[in-house]
């Protein structure tokens, strides 16, 4: 599904270059749940946004390459044009950010931000509904209704007709608007059920301060998930919940994902939302990954000292103290030279001070990256 290739990422601040990704490789596999878990700042988001696309200035990707797989053929994500990119966020990758009240815009409401995106990828299906419904109504109707189909025919050749998108801001001319507008409407208020969302109708003509944290998420989800992606990406989508919101949250993007036959990049800091949700796990420090394998390994034998340390941090029945990792994240304006890690590791010797270890692979279906092995 998305193959990340060498990922090098820098951001050239006023401070210095930031450091923010070092040939990063991840595998997306169709069909699987891959969990990225780490610290903050270690590169989860970044890796993220860079999927999308999404790879604001002062950013820049210096080398590596990003590509996604669909429907037999594949994209360059970081060589495509930004047409090309526009056109498959939300319809081949979407994303659930970790925080609702950023992502939903204030002064619209939730049926205007999810009808956006059914109105950007899915025009051709909802003109041809409303040029259907036109054609039923052509032999009962006006003058009105014969406008209403001339306009709709232009919209189905091209949805960018200037001559149509100007003509239908007329009242009469552009009677279709309310056509479409209802139509969309009817999509929305679906998603919105299908989210679980009660009285979906209200949710639909609200604003997002008038939602509670819960139900702007599940309004961001609907909205990721209107136009039917191949890749979902959900970064910390239950930052900002409690546990009882969190696990219907979860349990929703697992039947979501079934239900479209999605593929999801899960990206969070806990490991047992890990545990919960991923088949395959991938760990990352300071803009590196360091150890990729499927999930009962990760948690049964760890590999590497940085997924050892993590899983040593977690609280379990049985232990009553928990052993902290030393040390923090390094500041990635200057990282530590060789293995960014072997500042805070127990068993790093010299080798690891001077040379940056590759993933390798010790056994089948493990990766990681260190030089124990």
Same mark, same amino acid.
């Given at each position: 599904?998305?193959?990340?290739?060498?990922?090098?990422?820098?951001?050239?601040?006023?401070?210095?270059?930031?450091?923010?990704?070092?040939?990063?490789?991840?595998?997306?596999?169709?069909?699987?749940?891959?969990?990225?878990?780490?610290?903050?700042?270690?590169?989860?988001?970044?890796?993220?946004?860079?999927?999308?696309?999404?790879?604001?200035?002062?950013?820049?990707?210096?080398?590596?390459?990003?590509?996604?797989?669909?429907?037999?053929?594949?994209?360059?994500?970081?060589?495509?044009?930004?047409?090309?990119?526009?056109?498959?966020?939300?319809?081949?990758?979407?994303?659930?950010?970790?925080?609702?009240?950023?992502?939903?815009?204030?002064?619209?409401?939730?049926?205007?931000?999810?009808?956006?995106?059914?109105?950007?990828?899915?025009?051709?299906?909802?003109?041809?509904?409303?040029?259907?419904?036109?054609?039923?109504?052509?032999?009962?109707?006006?003058?009105?209704?014969?406008?209403?189909?001339?306009?709709?025919?232009?919209?189905?050749?091209?949805?960018?007709?200037?001559?149509?998108?100007?003509?239908?801001?007329?009242?009469?001319?552009?009677?279709?608007?309310?056509?479409?507008?209802?139509?969309?409407?009817?999509?929305?208020?679906?998603?919105?059920?299908?989210?679980?969302?009660?009285?979906?109708?209200?949710?639909?003509?609200?604003?997002?301060?008038?939602?509670?944290?819960?139900?702007?998420?599940?309004?961001?989800?609907?909205?990721?998930? #209107?136009? =039917?992606? *191949?890749?979902?990406? +959900?970064?910390?989508?239950?930052?900002?919940? !409690? &546990?009882?919101?969190?696990?219907?949250?979860?349990?929703?993007?697992?039947?979501?994902?079934?239900?479209?036959?999605?593929?999801?990049?899960?990206?969070?800091?806990?490991?047992?939302?890990?545990?919960?949700? #991923?088949? =395959?796990? *991938?760990?990352?420090? +300071?803009?590196?990954?360091?150890?990729?394998? !499927? &999930?009962?390994?990760?948690?049964?034998?760890?590999?590497?000292?940085?997924?050892?340390?993590?899983?040593?941090?977690?609280?379990?029945?049985?232990?009553?103290?928990?052993?902290?990792?030393?040390?923090?994240?390094?500041?990635?304006?200057?990282?530590?030279?060789?293995?960014?890690?072997?500042?805070?590791?127990?068993?790093?010797?010299?080798?690891?001070?001077?040379?940056?270890?590759?993933?390798?692979?010790?056994?089948?279906?493990?990766?990681?990256?260190?030089?124990?092995?």
């Amino acid at each position: 599904m998305a193959e990340v290739q060498d990922l090098t990422l820098r951001y050239y601040t006023y401070e210095g270059v930031v450091k923010a990704l070092e040939r990063v490789n991840l595998v997306v596999r169709t069909g699987e749940t891959l969990g990225v878990v780490g610290e903050t700042g270690s590169g989860k988001t970044v890796t993220a946004l860079a999927i999308m696309g999404i790879v604001l200035p002062p950013g820049k990707i210096e080398e590596g390459s990003i590509i996604l797989h669909h429907d037999g053929g594949y994209i360059e994500v970081t060589k495509a044009r930004v047409d090309v990119l526009q056109r498959i966020r939300g319809r081949l990758v979407a994303m659930i950010f970790q925080e609702p009240s950023q992502a939903l815009n204030p002064v619209y409401t939730i049926e205007d931000q999810i009808g956006e995106a059914y109105l950007t990828h899915m025009h051709g299906e909802i003109y041809t509904k409303a040029h259907q419904e036109v054609e039923r109504d052509i032999e009962r109707g006006g003058i009105k209704v014969r406008i209403e189909r001339l306009m709709l025919r232009r919209l189905l050749r091209n949805p960018n007709d200037r001559l149509a998108n100007f003509l239908g801001r007329l009242p009469l001319l552009g009677a279709y608007r309310s056509r479409v507008k209802r139509i969309v409407r009817g999509m929305v208020v679906d998603m919105l059920r299908q989210m679980d969302v009660p009285d979906p109708e209200r949710v639909a003509s609200s604003y997002p301060h008038e939602l509670s944290g819960g139900m702007k998420q599940r309004a961001v989800i609907a909205m990721a998930l #209107a136009c =039917r992606p *191949a890749l979902l990406i +959900a970064d910390e989508p239950t930052t900002s919940l !409690d &546990v009882t919101i969190e696990a219907q949250i979860l349990e929703l993007i697992r039947r979501m994902k079934v239900r479209y036959d999605t593929t999801v990049l899960f990206i969070t800091h806990d490991l047992g939302l890990i545990a919960e949700m #991923a088949d =395959r796990v *991938a760990v990352m420090y +300071a803009g590196s990954v360091v150890e990729v394998a !499927d &999930v009962k390994s990760i948690f049964s034998r760890p590999l590497h000292p940085y997924t050892q340390a993590l899983l040593r941090a977690i609280p379990r029945i049985g232990v009553r103290e928990l052993t902290p990792i030393e040390g923090t994240i390094p500041n990635l304006v200057n990282p530590p030279s060789g293995c960014r890690f072997h500042p805070r590791c127990p068993y790093a010797f010299e080798k690891c001070k001077l040379e940056q270890p590759q993933l390798t692979m010790p056994e089948e279906g493990r990766l990681v990256a260190c030089h124990l092995y």
